[in-house]
Protein backbone atom coordinates (compact mmCIF):
# COMPACT_ATOMS: atom_id res chain seq x y z
CA UNK A 1 0.00 0.00 0.00
CA UNK A 2 1.21 3.07 -0.89
CA UNK A 3 1.67 6.01 1.80
CA UNK A 4 -0.09 9.35 1.71
CA UNK A 5 1.76 12.81 2.19
CA UNK A 6 0.92 15.51 2.57
CA UNK A 7 1.99 19.04 2.06
CA UNK A 8 2.18 21.51 5.17
CA UNK A 9 -1.25 22.65 5.05
CA UNK A 10 -2.89 19.73 3.32
CA UNK A 11 -4.20 18.36 6.45
CA UNK A 12 -6.87 21.56 6.87
CA UNK A 13 -7.50 21.42 3.42
CA UNK A 14 -8.44 17.14 3.81
CA UNK A 15 -10.51 18.65 6.52
CA UNK A 16 -12.24 21.33 5.01
CA UNK A 17 -12.85 18.59 1.90
CA UNK A 18 -14.65 15.94 4.25
CA UNK A 19 -16.75 18.84 6.14
CA UNK A 20 -18.03 20.01 2.46
CA UNK A 21 -18.95 16.12 1.67
CA UNK A 22 -20.55 15.35 4.82
CA UNK A 23 -22.75 18.93 3.78
CA UNK A 24 -23.09 17.28 0.64
CA UNK A 25 -24.65 14.14 1.83
CA UNK A 26 -27.86 16.13 2.51
CA UNK A 27 -30.64 17.76 -0.08
CA UNK A 28 -29.03 20.91 -0.99
CA UNK A 29 -30.20 21.98 -4.16
CA UNK A 30 -34.23 22.30 -4.78
CA UNK A 31 -35.96 22.87 -8.22
CA UNK A 32 -38.38 24.62 -6.01
CA UNK A 33 -37.65 26.17 -2.86
CA UNK A 34 -39.45 25.25 0.25
CA UNK A 35 -42.22 26.81 1.58
CA UNK A 36 -41.85 25.52 5.26
CA UNK A 37 -39.42 27.89 7.41
CA UNK A 38 -36.76 27.02 8.78
CA UNK A 39 -35.85 25.06 5.44
CA UNK A 40 -34.02 21.67 6.46
CA UNK A 41 -31.24 19.78 4.29
CA UNK A 42 -33.06 16.38 4.55
CA UNK A 43 -29.84 13.40 4.52
CA UNK A 44 -29.52 11.11 1.45
CA UNK A 45 -27.07 8.51 3.15
CA UNK A 46 -29.93 5.03 3.82
CA UNK A 47 -30.46 4.76 7.57
CA UNK A 48 -29.14 7.40 8.57
CA UNK A 49 -31.44 8.53 11.63
CA UNK A 50 -30.60 12.84 11.44
CA UNK A 51 -33.27 15.22 10.29
CA UNK A 52 -31.39 17.73 9.10
CA UNK A 53 -27.92 18.83 8.42
CA UNK A 54 -26.32 20.42 11.64
CA UNK A 55 -23.01 22.29 11.68
CA UNK A 56 -20.67 21.22 14.18
CA UNK A 57 -17.80 23.93 14.45
CA UNK A 58 -14.03 22.85 14.34
CA UNK A 59 -11.62 24.41 16.97
CA UNK A 60 -9.27 25.37 14.20
CA UNK A 61 -8.56 21.88 12.68
CA UNK A 62 -10.13 19.48 15.25
CA UNK A 63 -13.49 18.74 15.94
CA UNK A 64 -14.96 20.69 19.10
CA UNK A 65 -15.94 18.00 22.01
CA UNK A 66 -18.86 17.75 23.92
CA UNK A 67 -19.18 18.11 27.83
CA UNK A 68 -18.33 14.40 28.15
CA UNK A 69 -15.73 15.13 26.43
CA UNK A 70 -16.69 12.88 23.44
CA UNK A 71 -16.54 14.38 19.69
CA UNK A 72 -20.18 14.92 17.83
CA UNK A 73 -19.69 11.50 15.75
CA UNK A 74 -19.59 9.55 18.74
CA UNK A 75 -23.06 11.09 19.10
CA UNK A 76 -26.32 10.01 17.67
CA UNK A 77 -27.49 11.99 14.44
CA UNK A 78 -30.63 11.70 15.24
CA UNK A 79 -32.89 14.41 17.28
CA UNK A 80 -31.65 14.79 21.06
CA UNK A 81 -27.65 13.45 19.88
CA UNK A 82 -27.45 11.59 22.69
CA UNK A 83 -23.82 10.03 23.76
CA UNK A 84 -23.25 6.53 22.42
CA UNK A 85 -19.84 6.40 24.21
CA UNK A 86 -21.04 6.99 27.78
CA UNK A 87 -24.36 6.92 29.74
CA UNK A 88 -24.01 10.08 31.63
CA UNK A 89 -24.40 12.91 28.68
CA UNK A 90 -27.61 13.42 27.71
CA UNK A 91 -27.03 15.00 24.41
CA UNK A 92 -24.48 16.76 22.11
CA UNK A 93 -23.80 19.89 24.33
CA UNK A 94 -20.43 21.93 23.57
CA UNK A 95 -18.95 25.24 25.55
CA UNK A 96 -16.42 25.69 22.56
CA UNK A 97 -16.15 29.47 22.10
CA UNK A 98 -16.59 30.76 18.37
CA UNK A 99 -14.49 33.74 16.74
CA UNK A 100 -17.79 35.89 17.84
CA UNK A 101 -17.09 35.54 21.36
CA UNK A 102 -20.52 33.28 21.51
CA UNK A 103 -20.73 29.51 23.05
CA UNK A 104 -21.23 27.03 20.02
CA UNK A 105 -24.61 25.85 21.96
CA UNK A 106 -26.09 29.67 21.19
CA UNK A 107 -25.39 28.78 17.54
CA UNK A 108 -28.13 27.60 15.24
CA UNK A 109 -27.96 26.14 11.61
CA UNK A 110 -30.66 27.74 9.36
CA UNK A 111 -31.05 28.33 5.50
CA UNK A 112 -32.30 31.31 4.02
CA UNK A 113 -32.53 32.77 0.92
CA UNK A 114 -30.63 35.31 -0.40
CA UNK A 115 -33.71 37.32 -1.06
CA UNK A 116 -35.00 36.17 2.23
CA UNK A 117 -31.43 37.37 4.12
CA UNK A 118 -31.63 40.68 1.66
CA UNK A 119 -35.10 41.58 3.57
CA UNK A 120 -33.85 40.90 6.77
CA UNK A 121 -30.41 43.67 6.82
CA UNK A 122 -28.09 40.72 6.73
CA UNK A 123 -24.92 39.76 5.24
CA UNK A 124 -24.69 37.79 1.72
CA UNK A 125 -21.60 36.63 -0.58
CA UNK A 126 -20.95 37.85 -3.74
CA UNK A 127 -22.94 35.17 -6.75
CA UNK A 128 -20.11 32.54 -7.74
CA UNK A 129 -19.98 31.39 -11.56
CA UNK A 130 -21.13 27.67 -10.97
CA UNK A 131 -22.86 25.78 -7.60
CA UNK A 132 -20.00 23.74 -6.71
CA UNK A 133 -18.00 26.95 -5.07
CA UNK A 134 -20.47 27.37 -2.74
CA UNK A 135 -19.63 30.33 -0.80
CA UNK A 136 -15.86 30.32 -2.01
CA UNK A 137 -15.90 33.71 -4.30
CA UNK A 138 -12.24 34.67 -2.78
CA UNK A 139 -9.65 34.52 -0.02
CA UNK A 140 -11.70 36.13 2.65
CA UNK A 141 -14.41 33.39 2.03
CA UNK A 142 -12.00 31.49 4.29
CA UNK A 143 -12.21 34.00 7.03
CA UNK A 144 -14.47 34.10 9.61
CA UNK A 145 -17.54 36.80 8.65
CA UNK A 146 -16.06 39.74 10.64
CA UNK A 147 -12.38 39.16 9.96
CA UNK A 148 -13.65 39.62 6.00
CA UNK A 149 -11.58 42.67 4.72
CA UNK A 150 -13.78 43.07 1.24
CA UNK A 151 -17.36 44.00 0.56
CA UNK A 152 -19.11 40.54 0.38
CA UNK A 153 -21.45 41.04 3.33
CA UNK A 154 -24.30 44.11 3.67
CA UNK A 155 -22.96 44.35 7.17
CA UNK A 156 -19.06 43.88 5.71
CA UNK A 157 -16.56 46.61 6.45
CA UNK A 158 -16.68 50.36 6.32
CA UNK A 159 -16.39 51.52 2.83
CA UNK A 160 -13.20 53.30 4.17
CA UNK A 161 -12.05 50.02 3.86
CA UNK A 162 -13.47 48.40 1.21
CA UNK A 163 -12.93 51.36 -0.78
CA UNK A 164 -9.44 51.12 -1.05
CA UNK A 165 -9.20 48.20 -2.92
CA UNK A 166 -7.45 49.00 -6.82
CA UNK A 167 -8.87 47.76 -9.42
CA UNK A 168 -6.12 45.82 -10.85
CA UNK A 169 -4.98 44.07 -7.74
CA UNK A 170 -6.12 40.09 -7.30
CA UNK A 171 -6.92 39.18 -3.44
CA UNK A 172 -3.38 38.29 -2.23
CA UNK A 173 -1.92 41.34 -3.71
CA UNK A 174 -4.92 42.94 -1.89
CA UNK A 175 -4.96 41.32 1.98
CA UNK A 176 -0.86 41.76 1.83
CA UNK A 177 -0.97 45.42 1.05
CA UNK A 178 -3.97 45.50 3.69
CA UNK A 179 -1.45 43.59 6.29
CA UNK A 180 1.54 45.98 5.94
CA UNK A 181 -0.53 48.88 6.01
CA UNK A 182 -1.72 47.32 9.72
CA UNK A 183 1.72 46.62 10.98
CA UNK A 184 3.09 50.15 10.03
CA UNK A 185 0.14 51.68 12.04
CA UNK A 186 0.99 49.51 15.14
CA UNK A 187 4.39 50.31 15.05
CA UNK A 188 3.78 54.20 14.44
CA UNK A 189 1.06 53.70 17.17
CA UNK A 190 3.72 52.01 19.57
CA UNK A 191 6.04 54.93 18.72
CA UNK A 192 3.81 57.89 19.47
CA UNK A 193 3.33 55.97 22.89
CA UNK A 194 6.43 55.66 24.48
CA UNK A 195 6.84 59.36 23.21
CA UNK A 196 3.98 60.42 25.14
CA UNK A 197 5.29 59.15 28.19
CA UNK A 198 6.96 61.91 30.81
CA UNK A 199 11.40 61.70 30.61
CA UNK A 200 12.42 59.21 33.09
CA UNK A 201 9.18 56.88 33.10
CA UNK A 202 8.92 53.66 31.98
CA UNK A 203 6.02 51.89 30.59
CA UNK A 204 4.34 49.33 32.55
Known amino acids: MER ?6 GAAAVDEYLEYRRYKQHKTDFETVPQQRPIELP ?28 FADQHSAALGFACNSCSKCSGFHSCFTCACGQPAY ?24 YAAMGGLTGFSSLAEG ?9 VGPSTQISSLRKPEEDDM ?3 ERRYQER ?10 GKTLLPPGTKPS
Not at 183 to 192: F, G, V
Open 183 to 192: IKMEKSAKQK
Open 4 to 9: LTLPPG
Open 173 to 175: AYF
Open 43 to 70: CRVTGCQCKAYHYVPLNGTQPVRCRCKH
Open 146 to 154: YMRLDDSGI
Open 106 to 129: AHDTVVETRQERLAQGKPVGRDVP
